[in-house]
């Protein structure tokens, strides 16, 4: 999994990729708060994603 961080005013919602001090859409200050996402690894396009193999009984012949 990917990590990523973002900032996120608590006042307007504004997103930045890394904190700063004052906001620079509503410009209150100290209000940018840190957030962390995690992000599932993607398949390439053209690439299917592998499928788990389940355990099925085998008969035995007459």
Do not use: D
């Not at 930045?16 to 410009?27: K, P």
């Not at 390439?44 to 009984?57: E, F, I, K």
């Amino acid at each position: 999994m990917k990590i990523k961080t973002k900032y996120v005013c608590q006042a307007c919602g504004f997103e930045a990729v890394r904190w700063m001090g004052r906001c620079s859409q509503c410009g209150e200050w100290n209000t940018l708060q840190e957030e962390i996402q995690r992000e599932a690894h993607k398949t390439p396009p053209g690439h299917m994603a592998r499928a788990g193999l389940t355990m099925v009984p085998v008969q035995e012949g007459p």
